[in-house]
T-cell receptor, first 113, second 113 residues
Framework: SQTIHQWPATLVQPVGSPLSLECTVE??????LYWYRQAAGRGLQLLFY??????ISSEVPQNLSASRPQDRQFILSSKKLLLSDSGFYLC????????????FGEGSWLTVV | AQSVTQPDIHITVSEGASLELRCNYS??????LFWYVQSPGQGLQLLLK??????LVQGIKGFEAEFKRSQSSFNLRKPSVHWSDAAEYFC???????????FGTGTRLAVRP
């Protein structure tokens, strides 16, 4: 069966520091991978998605970037964090195509102080 | 572009009472519809999904949802709510290309003893 892992679960970082959140999927090949951010009262906002190694689509302009160095690895990064980057970040995967179902990791809480 | 509206931000029901959470979508073609549940500080778990066929779909934990094309709705129901159902519920719509899901802003359910 497929599993998704993301870490760290909780992170407190000062403004201006770098960020790296990592996500890996096991038990499948060539998945679509996603990074969502969840802010209170705003639902889930899609930040990035990837349909293959090195292929990244950005949904919103922001202070963050994503990379997919390996088939089942997806990394969310920032060179300099802003206070507004605080939130709950969720990695997800799906097989793409018609009726794609997306499955989520456990999430990472980021607090920028 | 597709969109999802969940008109109720918070709902409180008594344990044992019936529940209906509303979801309206906007999409020009055949939608793929999903309901997810999120416990505090956790990732999202898929409750059920509609792709085609029978418009009444059954999910996990005793939930069901009905697709009504004429009303552009996909409401989630449960005949008898348990205290463990207290969580946040998200409706989502997917395009036929299958690459992305668009989520609503969520409905937070509280269960009164």
């Amino acid at each position: 069966s497929q599993t998704i892992h993301q870490w760290p679960a909780t992170l407190v970082q000062p403004v201006g520091s770098p960020l790296s959140l990592e996500c890996t999927v096991e038990g499948t090949s060539n998945p679509n991978l996603y990074w969502y951010r969840q802010a209170a009262g705003r639902g889930l906002q899609l930040l990035f998605y990837s349909v293959g190694i090195g292929q990244i689509s950005s949904e919103v302009p922001q202070n963050l970037s994503a990379s997919r160095p390996q088939d089942r690895q997806f990394i969310l990064s920032s060179k300099k964090l802003l206070l507004s980057d605080s939130g709950f970040y969720l990695c997800a995967w799906g097989m793409g195509g018609t009726g794609n179902t997306i499955y989520f990791g456990e999430g990472s809480w980021l607090t920028v102080v | 572009a597709q969109s999802v509206t969940q008109p109720d931000i918070h709902i409180t029901v008594s344990e044992g009472a019936s529940l209906e959470l509303r979801c309206n979508y906007s999409y020009g073609a055949t939608p793929y519809l999903f309901w997810y549940v999120q416990s505090p500080g956790q990732g999202l778990q898929l409750l059920l999904k509609y792709f085609s066929g029978d418009t009444l779909v059954q999910g996990i934990k005793g939930f069901e949802a009905e697709f009504k094309r004429s009303q552009s709705s996909f409401n989630l129901r449960k005949p008898s709510v348990h205290w463990s159902d207290a969580a946040e519920y998200f409706c989502a719509v997917g395009a036929s290309s299958g690459d992305k899901l668009t989520f609503g802003t969520g409905t937070r359910l509280a269960v009164r003893p």
